[in-house]
Nanobody, 123 residues
């Protein structure tokens, strides 16, 4: 069982930066690949980024490449999403999730989810 709690969301102007954190409970955190998803009002939840269990491999969706960086600290049971050059279209609730698969991109491949943190980018 893994429990996930996101933090770090907020209101930021376009072009600004935010760093999201996702703290995990449980001693098996390092055996899970982690992912970030987001859901804007009226839209489906979409994949943003994933990182392998050891942190050596990451994958970002094209719309955030060069702007978002995902990382993890297994000693702290935490994953991060550093977001730069934010755009209004990045506005969404951001969720972190844990999976036993390698760099999964589908929501159905994730086993545990956090409650989400709101990110709002003003123009």
């Amino acid at each position: 069982q893994v429990q996930l709690v996101e933090s770090g969301g907020g209101l930021v102007q376009a072009g600004g930066s935010l760093r999201l954190s996702c703290a995990a409970s449980g001693r098996t955190f390092s055996s899970y690949a982690m992912g970030w998803f987001r859901q804007a009002p009226g839209k489906e939840r979409e994949f943003v980024a994933a990182i392998s269990w050891g942190g050596g491999n990451t994958y970002n969706v094209n719309s955030v490449k060069g702007r978002f960086t995902m990382s993890r600290d297994n000693a702290k049971n935490t994953v991060y999403l550093q977001m730069t050059s934010l755009k209004p279209e990045d506005t969404a609730v951001y969720y972190c999730a844990a999976s036993r698969k390698h760099l999964p991109r589908l929501a159905t491949e994730y086993d545990y989810w956090g409650q989400g943190t709101q990110v709002t980018v003003s123009s």
